[in-house]
């Protein structure tokens, strides 16, 4: 049974940084991609990053690029995102997610079968 466990979130001033992680068990850690999401209550899930089972693939959205860094270490079976520069619009309860399909790319959310519980994140102006 897979299980993903995020870590990390709070409450940070505009311009600060955060570090969320996310330990996953029950798969083969280093045979699938991995990605963070995030939502805000009312609006749909929205692709914030997502990082190939090898690690040497990484994809970023265009709201983030520049100022969020995905990472895995797959000695830990972790997965990072380092999040700077962050701005109000970053508020949202981000989740970890693994992908359905061995070893296969992906960044649609209807390929990741596997959801954390979340955590918030929320950045004050």
């Known amino acids: 049974q897979v299980q993903l466990v995020e870590s990390g979130g709070g409450l940070v001033q505009a311009g600060g940084s955060l570090r969320l992680s996310c330990a996953a068990s029950?798969?083969?850690?280093?045979?699938?991609?991995m990605a963070w999401f995030r939502q805000v209550p009312g609006k749909e899930r929205e692709f914030v990053a997502a990082?190939?089972?090898?690690?040497?693939?990484?994809y970023l959205s265009d709201a983030v690029k520049g100022r969020f860094t995905i990472s895995r270490d797959n000695t830990k079976n972790t997965l990072s995102l380092q999040m700077n520069s962050l701005k109000p619009e970053d508020t949202a309860v981000y989740y970890c997610?693994?992908?359905?399909?061995?070893?296969?790319?992906?960044?649609?959310?209807?390929?990741?079968?596997?959801w954390g519980q979340g955590t918030q994140v929320t950045v004050s102006s």
């Open positions: 997610a693994q992908a359905a399909d061995w070893k296969s790319w992906a960044i649609s959310h209807a390929l990741y079968a596997y």
């Open positions: 029950g798969r083969t850690f280093s045979s699938y991609s």
């Open positions: 990082i190939s089972w090898s690690g040497s693939n990484t």
